[in-house]
């Protein structure tokens, strides 16, 4: 190819984020471009932001594993903010026995018993006798990880554009990169939509200095800590493509998690409900597929902190013809 090549990325959530990042790093002349009026306006803005590889492996395939080992090093390389303080599971009493199921489903963890888990939360002293912690896992707040991107894109001579009065015509570039999740769905096969669910509380009343997930054998729930006493509190995804609002179950179920690892967050303000549909494919896995000059990032799943920087880096392989 001669020259710089230009290249169009549809899509401003982490899945065009990295891609953009990680193609201007290597040479290319990015525009990023987003008709929703500002970066990350989809299911990343939603996202808890934890890069835990070990603990993903309980349900997904071990190709997740594999290929997110490095997300943690590639996110504080690339934005502030960073935690790297592990991640924590615990269960209710009535469910220590899904501990035993997660821990054998999982490795690169340590058994804890309580003393341990008041060294590292004290805020949990004495309130739960058994955990599994993952030393090396991290997380990031994508609310401020997704806008250090786009900066970063700018600084190294990349377009930003979240206008959606103006389009780039795609005639204009080398490459189309597209990253737009279940807006493409007619174009790639099998695609579907899986609902997420979060609530963002603040609780003065609580300190916890990393994700911690509490098991349950229906409904896993995990709770990630943020700036300013915000918490986020998110179950698994939902099989199904209702887009709507949050039940009342739901809700109960998200708060009630939150109140069992500590009290404490019975006093926590609501500050925020969510739901959305985040693009999949049958296996779960994200895939980028080249279609003559255009390549599609998608089916980021659950996954989309943990492995973007991978499917960028297969992407930029692609268009830079490694």
């Not at 984020?17 to 306006?41: I, M, N, P, S, W």
């Not at 009493?93 to 008041?118: K, N, P, Q, W």
């Not at 800590?225 to 995804?237: E, K, S």
């Amino acid at each position: 190819m001669k020259g710089k090549p230009h290249i169009l990325v549809k899509g401003a959530g982490v899945a065009g984020l990295t891609a953009a990042v990680t193609l201007a790093e290597r040479g290319g002349v990015v525009t990023l471009y987003d008709c929703a009026g500002r970066v990350g306006a989809g299911a990343s803005w939603m996202a808890g932001g934890m890069l835990a590889p070990w603990c993903e492996a309980e349900s997904a395939p071990a190709e997740v594993t594999a290929q997110s080992v490095d997300s943690v090093d590639w996110w504080a390389s690339h934005v502030p903010g960073v935690v790297r303080e592990g991640s924590l599971v615990l269960a209710p009493a009535r469910d220590v026995g899904e501990l035993a199921r997660f821990g054998r489903r999982t490795s690169h963890f340590e058994t804890v018993g309580e003393a341990d888990i008041a060294r590292l939360e004290p805020d949990l002293a004495g309130r739960f006798q058994k955990g599994l912690f993952f030393a090396d896992e991290g997380h990031v707040d994508p609310r401020k990880a997704l806008p250090a991107l786009a900066r970063s894109l700018e600084q190294m001579g990349g377009q930003v554009i979240v206008d959606p009065t103006h389009t780039p015509d795609e005639d204009g570039f080398d490459w189309v990169v597209d990253c737009t999740g279940l807006h493409v769905r007619d174009q790639l096969e099998h695609l579907r939509g899986v609902r997420g669910e979060m609530l963002l509380l603040r609780c003065p009343d609580v300190i916890l200095h990393r994700p911690v997930r509490m098991l349950h054998p229906r409904i896993p729930v995990y709770i990630v800590p943020r700036d300013n006493h915000v918490f986020m509190v998110g179950a698994t995804m939902v099989e199904s493509e209702n887009a709507g609002g949050m039940t009342v179950r739901s809700m109960m179920e998200l708060l009630n998690s939150a109140w069992t690892l500590h009290p404490g967050f019975a006093e926590a303000e609501i500050l925020e409900m969510g739901t959305g549909l985040r693009p999949s494919y049958p296996d779960n896995m994200p895939r980028v597929v080249r279609k003559g000059r255009h390549v599609y990032v998608n089916g980021m799943y659950r996954h989309g902190f943990l492995l973007s920087p991978a499917r960028a880096r297969e992407a930029a392989d692609l268009v830079f013809g490694l």
